[in-house]
């Protein structure tokens, strides 16, 4: 059974920074790539970034490119996402997601559950 | 990377057919066959329910169909149950990134 869990998420300060983690099972991590999207509270959905399977490819929405970074460790089974000078409009749920097939990233047929990231003085 | 314009709200009864829009641009939606479809009920995640335009992911019913003219992708839903009553969001390979739609709340009466 596939899984995707996130974690690292809370509550921020303006300008602050937070490591967000997602840990994959029941698939073969290291062949897929895999994505960040957000859900703002109440409203829709958002994609943030791409990392192809091997890492060395990544790709980002221009509202997050310079200040957000997608990593991930294929040794664990673990996909990152490195967010700094976080801001208010930065608040959302974040999802990792996983593509449907391994030769492309484009559509996503599991997610985690989330992690709510908070940016609040 | 604007987002794909949904209406923000559709309603049929049990049994009826529903159909939602999506419409983006020839960089998005015209320009690739990667248009996909999630529903989400409240507090929990998307669930993929087309990708490719048309393509059913196992285990979701043949009510649910995909189709794209253009620049503008449509889902329908026939056969509207209870249970289909939730947020519907379209989104779209766009070259490096993926576009969302705004969302469709499906009301069923």
């Known amino acids: 059974e596939v899984q995707l869990l996130e974690s690292g998420g809370g509550l921020v300060q303006p300008g602050g920074s937070l490591r967000l983690s997602c840990t994959a099972s029941?698939?073969?991590?290291?062949?897929?790539?895999m994505n960040w999207v957000r859900q703002t509270p109440g409203k829709g959905l958002e994609w943030v970034s791409v990392?192809?399977?091997?890492?060395?490819?990544?790709y980002y929405a221009d509202s997050v490119k310079g200040r957000f970074t997608i990593s991930r460790d294929n040794s664990w089974k673990t996909l990152y996402l490195q967010m700094n000078s976080l801001r208010a409009e930065d608040t959302a749920v974040y999802y990792c997601a996983k593509p449907t097939y391994m030769s492309s990233w484009y559509s996503f047929d599991y997610w985690g559950q989330g992690t709510l990231v908070t940016v609040s003085s | 990377q604007s987002a794909l314009t949904q209406p923000p709200s559709a309603s049929g009864s049990p049994g009826q057919s529903v159909t939602i829009s999506c419409t983006g641009t020839s960089s998005d939606v015209g320009g690739y066959n990667y248009v996909s479809w999630y529903q989400q009920h409240p507090g929990k995640a998307p669930k993929l329910m087309i990708y490719?335009?048309?393509k059913r992911p196992s285990g979701v019913p043949d009510r649910f169909s995909g189709s794209k003219s253009g620049n503008t992708a449509s889902l329908t839903v026939s056969g509207l149950q209870a249970d289909d009553e939730a947020h519907y969001y379209c989104?779209?390979?766009?070259?490096?990134?993926?576009?969302f739609g705004g969302g469709t709340k499906l009301t069923v009466l």
């Open positions: 989104s779209s390979y766009a070259g490096s990134n993926i576009v």
């Open positions: 990392i192809y399977s091997g890492g060395s490819v990544t």
């Open positions: 490719e335009v048309s």
């Open positions: 029941g698939f073969t991590f290291n062949s897929y790539a």
